[in-house]
């Protein structure tokens, strides 16, 4: 199976997601969501076949607690403390891909070149907790954590810019900036303000961003799939 037809099970398992839960096939789109992302693991593997190492297995983890998040967060709608479970796992998957990003060999921008890179990050996260925080209640703790560390996976992603390849870099830089919108979207949808599409665009922006971001880690090696 080739790259394309890989890609196209991927999106296509999310857009039947979206597509099933908007009409209210409860069951039906969970079985389905399960899917999307070891999908995604899948496609990853069969990049890194014979080329093995520490930053692909965090890779891979961080994949598989994303997709504890993705089954948990679903069946919050059985159980509430379910979310704090899903919540948890994507914490672990964004620091996963901190680690990742931020250990790769090469110099670090942020710490001797673009500090100011940091600042537009960090008033971001800040101006989302600002809009969440009347209406977080006992979440704020949890919802500010979570936030720290995804815009600290963010300027992971801007970090490696003088560490990987241009292609690599754009692909994860950009998945990383979706991952943080989508999360944004669920956060304000769930917490603040629900609106309309709310729900399909943050499962959009989520597929997307899990996608540029696996796909951007196998640029970084000059891995390739016919």
């Not at 890194?48 to 948990?72: E, K, M």
């Amino acid at each position: 199976m080739n790259f394309r037809t890989h890609s196209t099970l991927y999106f296509a398992a999310g857009i039947a997601f979206i597509a099933l839960e908007t009409i209210g096939a409860v069951w039906t789109s969970i079985a389905v969501k399960s899917l999307i992302i070891p999908l995604l693991i899948w496609l990853y593997l069969r990049f890194t076949r014979g080329h093995w190492n520490r930053f692909h297995s965090l890779i891979i983890i961080a994949l598989v607690f994303s997709w504890l998040g993705d089954v948990t967060l679903q069946l919050t709608q059985f159980r509430e403390s379910c979310f704090m479970i899903g919540v948890g796992s994507f914490l672990i998957a964004q620091l996963l891909y901190a680690l990742a990003f931020f250990t790769t060999p090469g110099k670090n921008i942020l710490v001797f070149r673009k500090v100011y890179l940091i600042i537009p990050v960090i008033l971001y996260g800040l101006g989302i907790l600002w809009l969440l925080n009347d209406s977080l209640g006992d979440m704020r703790l949890p919802v500010t954590i979570y936030t720290v560390v995804i815009m600290t996976m963010l300027l992971a992603a801007i970090n490696r810019e003088k560490k990987v390849n241009r292609q690599s870099f754009l692909l994860v830089l950009a998945g990383a900036i979706i991952f943080v919108v989508s999360d944004s979207i669920l956060a304000i949808n769930k917490f603040a303000q629900p609106f309309e599409l709310g729900r399909i665009a943050s499962m959009t922006s989520y597929i997307t961003a899990q996608y540029l971001i696996a796909i951007g880690c196998t640029r970084q090696f000059n891995l390739t799939l016919k």
